[in-house]
């Protein structure tokens, strides 16, 4: 399901998996992207201070903790719209201190992902980068996810993440109406060689049917044949010699062509006890419970929900500083704030906030030179895995109902709530 590297994500100049992530529609509502921009900005803040840039480009370019990182942000767990809302969020969360951090994120999706070029052009002219090489590497990686990577799958999606010094992540997304399904290509500069020669740092998407990639280190003969026989034949000679080839019995693939492991996200949009590692989940809340009272009692200011925060702040902690093989169930990250459809729970508009503040506060205290709050963030992680291996806690199913009971008290909401807000304004006229 997943390939673990123990020594942290450093090989990420190869496709390190794939997933299935059923298509969504619809949009963030308005209440949910700002609040997405201010945690992803302020979560991305964090680990460049603690990590560095480039380890936040190695994390971006890591599929699995790309999609934990949406789910603890309050989208929809498994879908596709993680890919766009991430994005976005980071975007919007970004902008204001790219210049301090030396992150700049361009794309999007649609018109805005044909904007890259210029936008990487623009900045390289402000920051000192060879902004039309990297320009030329965007269309590039498009080009190799849309002709050289035949998968069935349309792009829609191009977002481009560069830092000062030149290095970048690239994460895009195609589209198959036909299976309700999209795919997500990821891929960083870190390691690449080549833009043809198995360059891609993941692939996320179902395997449906036959995939001619023609970016596999094994497809190197085919890609020279290919333009040989271009120079040779001429595009017209290419054509006749195609109309004379007659079907043949399909042959079986040898079994090196096997895929790489890869994770499926399912199609059911409520979260099961199967899709979440349940002792990981224990070990976060029990640090919660031990933690809070000694590391965070003077930040949280707001009655009733002090403990509730500090679990989502566990959670969040851990996407800053968990180890990839961490992120194989982003399903568990949903725990901290929910998600905008109510699943597994409405998004806890209290406590998001709250989980901001604190987040926020041990961030600027850090770049002030005092880490106290910052390392009480990263003690409350630690504790969480060694707890794992001896707490106990509640079903999922209890976990889970638990949240709805007390959803009033949190300021739960979701886009059903947003629909339901005309009617209720017309009722009272």
């Known amino acids: 399901m997943f390939q673990i590297d123990t020594r942290g994500v450093q090989s990420m100049a190869q496709r390190s998996g794939s997933a299935d992530l059923p298509l969504h529609g619809g949009r963030v509502p308005a209440w949910l992207a700002e609040r997405m921009a201010k945690l992803g900005g302020v979560i991305c803040e964090a ?13 971006l370019a890591n599929p699995f903790w790309f999609q934990s990182f949406g789910a603890v942000m309050g989208m929809d767990w498994h879908s596709s719209g993680i890919t766009t809302s991430v994005i976005g969020a980071l975007k919007r969360g970004l902008q204001p201190m790219e210049r301090e951090l030396g992150l700049f994120v361009c794309g999007g999706r649609g018109r805005h992902s044909r904007k890259t070029p210029g936008e990487l052009v623009s900045i390289g002219y402000r920051v000192g980068f060879d902004g039309a090489a990297l320009a030329q590497a965007s269309r590039l990686v498009a080009k190799v996810d849309s002709a050289a990577v035949q998968d069935g799958f349309d ?18 997304q195609g589209m198959r109406n036909a299976s309700s399904t999209a795919r997500r290509y990821h891929w960083t500069s870190e390691g690449l060689e080549s833009f043809v020669d198995a360059p891609h740092a993941a692939i996320e998407g179902e395997a449906e049917g036959e995939i001619i990639n023609l970016t596999d280190k094994r497809a190197e003969r085919s890609r020279k044949a290919q333009v040989d026989l271009l120079a040779s034949l001429g595009p017209d000679g290419i054509v006749d010699q195609l109309i004379d080839l007659q079907p043949k019995r399909p042959v079986e693939p040898p079994a090196q062509m096997s895929l790489l492991p890869h994770l499926v996200m399912p199609a059911h949009h409520d979260i099961r006890e199967k899709d979440v590692m349940m002792r990981r989940l224990h070990g976060a809340l029990a640090a919660a419970e031990e933690q809070a009272p000694r590391d965070f009692a003077e930040l949280l200011l707001v009655p009733g929900i002090g403990a509730r925060t500090v679990q989502s702040l566990a959670q969040v902690a851990e996407v800053i500083h968990g180890a990839p093989h961490r992120f194989a169930d982003p399903a568990r990250f949903a725990m901290a704030h929910g998600g905008k459809d109510g699943a597994p729970f409405p998004v806890p508009l209290k406590v998001y906030d709250e989980t901001i503040k604190v987040l926020k506060y041990a961030v600027v205290k850090a770049r002030l030179g005092q880490s106290e709050q910052a390392d009480a963030l990263k003690r409350l992680d630690s504790q969480s895995r060694q707890l794992e291996k001896t707490a106990t806690g509640p079903s999922l199913k209890s976990y889970v109902a638990e ?10 909401r979701t886009v059903f709530d947003d629909a339901a807000e005309p009617f209720a304004r017309a009722k009272k006229r």
Do not use: M, T
């Open 403 to 412: 949240e709805w009971r007390r959803s009033p008290d949190y300021g739960g």
């Open 155 to 172: 792009l829609y999606l191009h977002g481009f993440i560069v830092a000062a010094d030149g290095h970048w992540v690239v994460v895009q």
């Open 47 to 59: 680990i460049v201070q603690e990590y560095g840039r480039d380890e936040l480009l190695r994390r």
